[in-house]
């Protein structure tokens, strides 16, 4: 059963003689446990789509549907602290925070406990692979590599059943790309999370349980 959805969704930046329509009718469905690639070229319509799955942005026409529920009807800041996380190609860590804090940020502001916070965070440091010798080192102290693993931790902290990875390997060398890759499956296929990936990467796509090709707004 669908946990997102996309219901013909139509998108346009600008009114009038300045407007631009980016999508076109986009319809999808988005299942728990399963990890989803959006490819396409440059200009089709990727990020917006995943702007408007996020919320950030509403449809010019259509509806994205979490939990059979219109994102229009929902709080957006909400929504986007507890139901669905993005993973952002440049990691987006904060440069001032060690890795524990950045992992635990999320749940700063769900306000959980301290002695929960480091627990979960040092637990979820673990599950991808990030060494306790680490966590109280800065994002500039870190590989590339590193950092995703840490945004990846982040993105899992904040017990987010949707995640949205934009070119989560796009900086990465081909070994951090397939750790990365299996971290999201694990994700998809062990705890049941709906992953949504866009990639570039023919081989980071090739994994994934479902392939969506946008082209020139519309779904292939």
Request: proline share 5%; glycine share 8%.
């Amino acid at each position: 059963m669908a946990l997102l959805e996309a219901k013909d969704v139509h998108f346009q930046y600008g009114k009038g003689t300045r407007a631009k329509t980016v999508l076109r009718g986009v319809s999808a469905d988005f299942e728990p446990g399963r990890l989803y690639a959006l490819v396409g070229k440059s200009g089709s319509g990727k990020s917006t789509l995943m702007s408007l799955l996020a919320a950030l942005l509403l449809p010019t026409a259509g509806e994205i549907r979490y939990d059979g529920i219109s994102t229009a009807n929902l709080d957006p800041r909400r929504y986007r602290r507890t139901q669905v996380t993005t993973i952002y190609q440049d990691f987006a860590l904060f440069p001032l925070l060690n890795v524990t804090e950045n992992i635990c940020y999320p749940m700063e502001l769900q306000k959980l406990p301290q002695t929960e916070q480091k627990r979960r965070s040092e637990a979820l440091a673990a599950q991808v692979g990030l060494g306790p010798e680490l966590l109280a080192r800065y994002p500039a102290a870190l590989s590339g590599g590193e950092q995703q693993r840490v945004a990846i931790a982040r993105a899992l902290a904040t017990g987010a059943q949707v995640i949205l990875a934009d070119e989560p390997t796009g900086n990465l060398d081909t070994a951090n790309s397939e750790q990365i890759v299996e971290l999201l499956l694990r994700a998809a296929h062990e705890e049941g999370r709906c992953v949504i990936v866009v990639t570039h990467d023919p081989d980071v796509a090739a994994r994934a349980d479902q392939i969506l090709r946008l082209v020139d707004g519309r779904l292939e």
